[in-house]
C-alpha cells in the first residue's frame, strides 16, 4: 500500500453545498475511499485557498483515480491533482538508485 497526499480545488457547485449545509465531510469522503479499498488518514480544509488535502493510503494509483474521477463527475471539484509520498526512510532506497542510475544531461560527455 502506498501513500498519497490528494490536492482538491472545490469548484463553486462544491463550495455552494458546504455553505448550503455547513459539515464535516470526513465520513462521507472516508466511505468512498473505502469503497475503493483505500484508508482516508487525514482530511484538511484551507478555505482561504479553496481546497482541501487529502493523505490517503491506497493499494494502487488506479484506486485514488477511480474516486478523483468519482469526485471530479459530480461537479463539486474544480480540479484534483495526486502525488504519491513517502516517508524519508521509503526515499533512501530510491535515492541510492537513482544515484546509480547514471544519467547523462543534454550536452554533457
Known amino acids: 500500500m502506498g501513500k498519497y497526499l490528494i490536492e482538491e ?5 462544491g463550495v455552494v453545498g458546504v455553505l448550503e ?3 464535516d465531510r470526513t465520513k462521507p469522503v472516508r466511505r468512498v475511499f473505502e469503497a475503493a479499498g483505500c484508508k482516508l488518514e487525514q482530511f484538511y480544509v484551507s478555505l482561504i485557498e479553496n481546497k482541501t488535502y487529502l493523505i ?6 488506479e484506486s485514488v483515480y477511480s474516486v478523483a ?4 463527475a459530480t ?3 474544480l480540479s484534483i491533482k495526486c502525488s504519491p509520498i513517502l516517508t524519508a526512510a521509503e526515499a533512501v532506497p530510491m535515492l541510492k538508485r537513482a544515484a546509480g542510475a547514471g544519467y547523462r544531461p543534454p550536452g554533457k560527455k
Open 9 to 13: 480545488t472545490l469548484a463553486s457547485r
Open 21 to 23: 449545509k455547513p459539515e
Open 56 to 61: 490517503v493510503e491506497a493499494p494502487d494509483l
Open 69 to 72: 474521477v468519482n469526485f471530479l
Open 75 to 77: 461537479g463539486a471539484a
